[in-house]
C-alpha cells in the first residue's frame, strides 16, 4: 500500500499536468497502479469477464479494468470483438505475444495497460495499428531498442511507461522523436547520461520518470537546462532540480 505522503506528492503532480481533464485521469490512474490492493482469490473469473463484456456490447461502458483474477491470452478472445472499447486494463495477466495479437482489432483504443506476462517485440508489432492509442503502459514487457523506434507508428500517443532490460540509450533517440509524447515512464531500463542528451530536444514533454538506469545528476542537470519547466522524478523522488514554484 502506498503512504499517504506518497499518494498525496501523486496528486499534486497531476495538478500540475492537468491541462485537460480527460489527461489528467489517464495519468492518475496509470502513477496510482502500484498502490492496488493484491487481486482477491475469490473472484470468479468467467462470470467477471462475461459482466464486463456485457456492459461494453450493451454501451453501457467503454472501459474493462481487471485486477482482481489472472487474465491470460484465451480470456482475451473474449476481448476481441469489443470494436467500441476505448480503454483495457489489465494489473494480472500473463499475456504473452500471441494474446496481444488478438487486441489488433480494438480500433477504438485509446489506453492499453497490461502488467506482467511476457510480451516482446513481436507482441508489440500487433498493436502499432491501433491509431487512437494515446497511452500505453507496459510496465513488464521485454522491448527492444528496434521495438521502440516503431513506436512512431502510433500517431497520438501522449504517455509512454515501458520497463525493459533490452533498451539502451537508442530507445531515447526513439522516442525524442516521438512529437505526440508528454509523459514518459521508464523502469530500469538501462540509460545513462549519452541517452537524456537525446531528450533535450523534447520541448513538448510534460513530465519524466525514471526508475533504474545509471542517469547521473551532472546528466540530469543538463536536461533541465534544456528542459526548465520539466517534471522529473528519479527513484519515486521528486528531483531537486525541479523549479520550487512548480506545484507539483
Same mark, same amino acid.
Given at each position: 500500500?502506498?503512504?499517504?505522503?506518497? =499518494?498525496?506528492?501523486?496528486?499534486?503532480?497531476?495538478?500540475?499536468?492537468?491541462?485537460?481533464?480527460?489527461?489528467?485521469?489517464? =495519468?492518475? $490512474?496509470i502513477f496510482l497502479a502500484g498502490c492496488s490492493e493484491p487481486p482477491a482469490e475469490s473472484v470468479n473469473k468467467e462470470a467477471l469477464i462475461q459482466e464486463v463484456i456485457k456492459a461494453v456490447q450493451s454501451g453501457d461502458e467503454t472501459v474493462i479494468q481487471i485486477s482482481e483474477v489472472l487474465i491470460t491470452d484465451d480470456d482475451l478472445d473474449h476481448f476481441a470483438s469489443l470494436d467500441t472499447l476505448e480503454q483495457l486494463i489489465l494489473d494480472t495477466s500473463s499475456i504473452t505475444d500471441d494474446g496481444m495479437r488478438k487486441l489488433s482489432a480494438l480500433k477504438d483504443l485509446i489506453h492499453l495497460?497490461?502488467?506482467?506476462?511476457?510480451?516482446?517485440?513481436? $507482441? %508489440?508489432?500487433?498493436?502499432? !495499428?491501433?491509431? *487512437?492509442? *494515446?497511452? %500505453?503502459n507496459l510496465p513488464h514487457a521485454e522491448l527492444s531498442d528496434d521495438a521502440i523506434?516503431?513506436? *512512431?507508428?502510433?500517431?497520438? %500517443?501522449?504517455?509512454?511507461? %515501458? !520497463?525493459?532490460? *533490452?533498451?539502451?540509450?537508442?530507445?531515447l533517440h526513439h522516442i525524442a522523436q516521438m512529437e505526440s509524447l508528454l509523459f514518459v515512464h521508464l523502469i530500469d531500463v538501462p540509460i545513462n547520461d549519452v541517452g537524456l542528451k537525446h531528450l533535450h530536444q523534447m520541448t513538448q514533454l510534460q513530465s519524466l520518470y525514471i526508475d533504474g538506469g545509471d542517469v547521473t545528476d551532472d546528466g540530469l542537470s543538463d536536461l533541465m537546462t534544456a528542459l526548465p519547466d520539466l517534471h522529473l522524478h528519479i527513484n519515486q523522488q521528486h528531483h531537486d532540480l525541479v523549479k520550487a514554484d512548480h506545484d507539483h
Open positions: 500500500m502506498c503512504s499517504r505522503a506518497q =499518494v498525496a506528492d501523486i496528486s499534486n503532480k497531476m495538478n500540475y499536468i492537468a491541462s485537460n481533464v480527460f489527461i489528467t485521469l489517464f =495519468v492518475l $490512474g495497460r497490461i502488467r506482467n506476462g511476457n510480451i516482446t517485440d513481436a $507482441g %508489440l508489432s500487433h498493436i502499432l !495499428g491501433l491509431n *487512437k492509442l *494515446k497511452f %500505453l523506434k516503431t513506436l *512512431k507508428r502510433l500517431p497520438d %500517443l501522449q504517455l509512454l511507461r %515501458l !520497463g525493459s532490460s *533490452k533498451m539502451t540509450n537508442d530507445s
